[in-house]
């Protein structure tokens, strides 16, 4: 696999030369997979309770088409 390196240039200003500093900086693997994995279980729940928050709507309102249609949608987060 890949690695992904991050790499920054710092500048120091000189009158009347420029000199470049060069540093780089990778992320750890295990960071990058912790952190996907909360993102990835933030958007799950995100759109599982959008998706409850529809369908109580939709039974509030007694619209039996959209319930079904949700309710097809949400039976792939059980």
């Known amino acids: 696999m890949k690695k992904q390196v991050t790499s920054y240039v710092l500048i120091k200003y000189q009158f009347p030369k420029r000199v470049a500093i060069k540093a780089k900086r990778e992320v750890p693997y295990e960071i990058k997979l912790a ?3 909360v993102l990835d279980e933030l958007v799950f729940m995100w759109n599982k309770n959008a998706l409850e ?3 109580n709507t939709a039974i509030d309102q007694g619209d039996q088409r959209a319930f079904d249609e949700l309710s097809k949608k ?4 059980l």
Not at 74 to 77: D, E, G, I, V
């Open 35 to 37: 952190a996907r994995l």
């Open 53 to 55: 928050e529809q369908i």
């Open 74 to 77: 949400y039976a792939k987060y």
